[in-house]
């Protein structure tokens, strides 16, 4: 079952970088890299219990965290990038 889970887990994250690479928009490309970064934390958490690793949680938990905080950064970006091209017009 758990080899199951990783290759749904492998699949999904495959679809996901389709969908940051054809993204119609910049919001979808930042979406599906979210999501890729979301499905290697499960990834992590998956592949360090199943070889019984102990750390598995706190890297994930850390990777998490970077994901989340690069998410923040990069809408960040565009909230700026958006907000200066309106007051160059």
């Known amino acids: 079952m758990i080899y199951a889970a990783v290759i749904a887990i492998l699949v999904t994250m495959g679809l996901a ?3 940051a690479c054809k993204g119609p928009t910049a919001y979808d490309r930042m979406l ?19 070889i019984g690793w102990p750390g598995y949680a706190d ?3 850390l990777y998490a965290m970077v ?13 700026y ?3 200066e091209s309106e007051m160059e017009e």
Do not use: D, H, P
């Open 81 to 83: 990038q958006q907000t």
């Open 17 to 19: 970088l389709i969908r």
């Open 59 to 61: 890297i994930a938990l």
């Open 32 to 50: 599906a890299g979210n999501m890729v970064g979301t499905k290697a934390v499960l990834l992590i958490s998956v592949g360090g219990y199943t």
């Open 67 to 79: 994901n989340f905080m690069g998410t923040i950064a990069i809408m960040r970006f565009f909230e």
